[in-house]
């Protein structure tokens, strides 16, 4: 079974500056994708990125860019210009490219934007 | 275009109480899940629902009961409720293929065993 790790319960950052939240995971899979989540105080799951394991090339949404090293089983998320609305629970997330297409989850990471 | 819709958002049951906690998405996804929340422990997948007529359990099913008779529906049962449900509940949709997208999430329902 898939397990992914997020070593970092909590963190905070000033506004404007740029943070990196560190997700790894173990799979023996060759083929599959990976996702960061973002939970707001309002509780609901929003989708922030997300990569297919194939691509080499990190993927990028606005402030939002992951370094995926696919050897090291490591998919961490960079934010950049942090805003205060970032501050949210942010959970890595990893699917197979295969069968059913359950979502396994990290245990999370608190982020707290400073003003 | 509601997408998946979950009621109530906030519930309190007595210890051994039941309920059905209701989903339903208009996404015309083939796949459905239920997951509970709980504080430091991320996500964990309860039943999840592949079509409709067809469920299977997932990592922590024991407590909870599933049925899926249409494509839009997904209710998640509790019987005899324990402290130990306490928790967010959260139902999610995707479409077959469509691995890329991820899920489609409710807004999910915070439940308390007292």
């Known amino acids: 079974a898939q397990t992914v790790t997020q070593s970092q319960p909590e963190m905070s950052v000033q506004e404007a500056e740029t943070v990196t939240l560190s997700c790894t995971y173990d799979?023996?899979?060759?083929?599959?994708?990976l996702f960061w989540y973002k939970q707001p105080p309002s509780r609901q799951m929003i989708l922030v990125i997300r990569?297919?394991?194939?691509?080499?090339q990190n993927a990028t949404e606005n402030r939002f860019s992951v370094n995926f090293q696919k050897a090291a089983k490591s998919f961490s998320l960079k934010i950049s210009d942090s805003q205060l609305g970032d501050t949210a629970m942010y959970f890595c997330?990893?699917?197979?490219?295969?069968?059913?297409?359950?979502?396994?989850f990290g245990t999370g990471t608190r982020l707290t934007i400073i003003p | 275009n509601a997408g998946v819709t979950q009621t109530p958002k906030f519930r309190i049951l007595k210890i051994g109480q039941s309920m059905t906690l209701q989903c339903t998405q208009d996404?015309?996804?083939?796949?459905m899940y239920w997951y509970r929340q709980d504080p430091g422990m991320g996500l964990k997948l309860i039943y999840y629902?592949?079509?409709?007529?067809?469920?299977d359990k997932g990592e922590v099913p024991n407590g909870y009961n599933v049925s899926r008779s249409t494509t839009e529906d997904f209710p998640l049962r509790l019987e005899l409720a324990a402290p130990s449900q306490t928790s967010v509940y959260f139902c999610?949709?995707?479409?077959?293929?469509?691995?890329?997208?991820?899920?489609?999430f409710g807004s999910g329902t915070r439940l308390t065993v007292v």
């Open positions: 999610a949709s995707s479409y077959v293929g469509n691995r890329e997208d991820g899920y489609t």
């Open positions: 799979t023996s899979e060759n083929n599959y994708y």
């Open positions: 990569q297919e394991a194939y691509k080499q």
């Open positions: 997330a990893f699917m197979n490219n295969y069968g059913n297409e359950k979502l396994t």
């Open positions: 996404m015309n996804h083939n796949y």
């Open positions: 629902s592949v079509g409709a007529g067809i469920t």
